[in-house]
């Protein structure tokens, strides 16, 4: 069975990215979960660092905000951060992922093994690369 994937139309166009159901389980289902409550729909992405990452998913809109619950990190040594790789950003405290999340623009090999990557982006690479700050989630849905 093929893993789901996850399409995101923002106001530049979309991409989708596959999920690592099976490598990343509580990541991926939390992911889902939000995704298919519409909690993601029209929140932007706030963080914008070149050459490195694309960040949104805070319904703050700022970086400081997240959803009603928190989940373990979760690290698979085979899931590394290589270029369009998705991950889910977290404060301090390896365990305080919630609901933002990034996809990395270039490899950026020092968060492995400190964040949770639990998917890869397999089209729109393009529009990742184009999104800034304050650019919106117009609707994420779930392809299974």
Request: glycine share 12%.
């Amino acid at each position: 069975m093929s893993n789901p994937v996850v399409s995101i139309a923002t106001n530049k166009g979309r991409f989708r990215f596959e999920l690592y159901t099976e490598k990343a389980p509580i990541t991926t289902a939390n992911f889902i979960g939000l995704a298919e409550s519409g909690f993601y729909n029209g929140l932007t992405f706030h963080r914008y660092e070149p050459g490195f990452v694309i960040q949104g998913g805070d319904p703050q809109g700022d970086g400081t905000g997240g959803s009603e619950k928190t989940i373990p990190l979760e690290i698979h040594p085979e899931l590394r951060h290589i270029e369009g790789a998705v991950g889910m950003a977290r404060s301090q405290d390896p365990n305080s992922a919630s609901c933002q999340f990034y996809v990395t623009l270039a490899p950026a090999h020092f968060l492995d093994e400190n964040y949770a990557v639990f998917g890869k982006v397999t089209a729109g690479m393009d529009v990742v690369r184009s999104l800034r700050a304050g650019d919106r989630m117009e609707k994420v849905t779930i392809e299974r």
